[in-house]
T-cell receptor
């Protein structure tokens, strides 16, 4: 039990679909992150939120739209994705100041057909 | 920009033996943190060990220990008495210290197989 949960665990969608990934942390952290893990590539940071405010957007295409309604919840809205977007999407959280250990959720395995 | 290199895509070790996974990084900064994360087949990322760059003493966590060589920018992970449950992908990660530095930079990972 890491305190970070993600739903769904698996998702298959067509390129014209709209879906959302959900992340919830029960650790009282204030920073939350979305990562993308593609085969044989390093983990790629996508978005960072600190106190519900987006602080990082690593040149992510607009077909990925994050939302952070509060410090415990983070969403990733998906629309008109491409097959190359198929990957494992990991959510993480940490305390707000300085470097602190990030705790990861189990990930959502996304397949875009 | 920081980079993290894991030069061993795959490794194997006999159960109960010791194995060392290598990691090197590149940075011009002086204050940072280094991590090893484990990702078993369940895909959950689990923190294994954390090292503060200002500490000369190598971090240890039960059967896991690191050899941190700051001058050489090397951060290897040693797993002693390997167990079947250690089979996983292992990621080395780097993070700058200081307010506002929230970004972890990961290596590509090393796939470790523990053989019975």
């Amino acid at each position: 039990e890491t305190g970070v949960t993600q739903t769904p665990r698996h998702l298959v969608m067509g390129m014209t679909n709209k879906k959302s990934l959900k992340c919830e942390q029960h650790l009282g952290h204030n920073a939350m992150y979305w990562y993308k893990q593609s085969a044989k590539k390093p983990l790629e940071l996508m978005f960072v939120y600190n106190f519900k405010e987006q602080t990082e957007n690593n040149s992510v295409p607009s077909r990925f739209s994050p939302e952070c309604p509060n410090s415990s919840h983070l969403f990733l809205h998906l629309h008109t994705l491409q097959p190359e977007d198929s990957a494992l999407y990991l959510c993480a959280s940490s305390q707000e100041y300085e470097t602190d250990t990030q705790y990861f959720g189990p990930g959502t395995r996304l397949t875009v057909l | 920009a920081q980079t993290v290199t894991q030069s061993q895509p795959e490794m194997s070790v006999q159960e109960a033996e010791t194995v060392t996974l290598s990691c090197t990084y590149d940075t011009s900064e002086n204050n940072y943190y280094l991590f090893w994360y484990k990702q078993p087949p369940s895909r959950q990322m689990i923190l294994v060990i954390r090292q503060e760059a200002y500490k000369q003493q190598n971090a240890t966590e039960n059967r896991f220990s690191v050899n941190f060589q700051k001058a050489a920018k090397s951060f290897s992970l040693k797993i002693s008495d390997s167990q079947l449950g250690d089979t996983a992908m292992y990621f080395c990660a780097f993070e700058l210290s200081g307010a506002g530095s929230y970004q972890l930079t990961f290596g590509k990972g090393t796939k470790l197989s523990v053989i019975p």
